[in-house]
């Protein structure tokens, strides 16, 4: 985790809990929603092991729970995974549904697309606070 001094950017530090906020709020839903999902499929389940569906759905989830876990300790490369982990999930959930439920695309990889996107801002805020400048140029 970056320390963000007591004496730094109010700003720096809101961004910091606003991203942090979103993405810990969306990787516990959708974990609920991927759990809930997984326990009803195998309830309606043939077959006593998981389809190659499933099997994508698991990786995906443990990408996204990984990225979040990594931004909470290193905001510049947990933001450009949950970054690049929304825009995939937006990508592929588009691909596979209906025209009509693109919303759930939105749903699901929008908020981790902005909190990738503030963790980012985060970052590069810390990091230019950190760096001198020089007063004689």
Request: glycine share 8%; aromatic share 10%; charged share 15%.
């Amino acid at each position: 985790m970056t320390k963000i001094g007591k004496k730094s950017d109010f700003t720096t530090r809101l961004i910091q809990w606003i991203a942090r906020g979103i993405s810990t709020l969306f990787i516990a839903f959708i974990l609920l929603m991927g759990i809930g999902s997984a326990i009803w499929g195998s309830q309606n389940r043939i077959a006593p092991w998981p389809t190659l569906e499933d099997l994508v759905i698991i990786a995906f989830l443990l990408a996204m729970l990984v990225s979040v876990i990594i931004a909470w300790r290193r905001e510049g490369i947990g933001g450009f995974m949950l970054t690049i982990v929304g825009l995939v999930a937006i990508v592929v959930i588009m691909l596979i549904n209906k025209p009509e439920d693109y919303w759930v695309a939105l749903a699901i990889g929008v908020p981790f697309l902005v909190s990738g996107i503030l963790y980012i801002i985060c970052w590069k805020r810390i990091i230019k606070s950190k760096i001198p400048q020089d007063s004689a140029l």
